[in-house]
Nanobody, 123 residues
């Protein structure tokens, strides 16, 4: 059974950086592909990135450059780094397992969603 918990969100000033964590439970296989997503108030959920069990990453085109995804399979943690944060990055950020990383559309097959972590970018 896949269980994921996001952490690392908070209030950040524009231009700042954050690293979010997605921690998998003991029972979650360490080689699951994991997707990162976000949802801003009043907006649809967006795909950010997907990382395979071996660490190959896929990014939504609009997320390239400021977002970076990595994983530590020993610790069972998947990371999302965000640089040069902007007010439009304010959202709840989620991670979820996916059957297979794709360039897009993987949110529709994602499962084991975490509860999300709030990121607020404001001065």
């Amino acid at each position: 059974q896949v269980q994921l918990v996001e952490s690392g969100g908070g209030l950040v000033q524009p231009g700042g950086s954050l690293r979010l964590s997605c921690t998998a439970s003991e029972s979650t296989p360490s080689n699951h592909a994991i997707g990162w997503f976000r949802q801003a108030p009043g907006k649809e959920r967006e795909e950010i990135s997907c990382i395979t069990g071996s660490g190959i990453t896929y990014y939504t085109d609009s997320m390239r450059g400021r977002f970076s995804t990595s994983r530590d399979n020993v610790k069972k943690v998947i990371y999302l780094g965000i640089n040069n944060l902007k007010s439009e990055d304010t959202a709840v950020y989620y991670c979820a397992a996916v059957p297979r990383c794709l360039t897009s559309g993987y949110q529709f097959t994602a499962y084991g969603w975490g509860q999300g972590t709030q990121v607020t970018v404001s001065s």
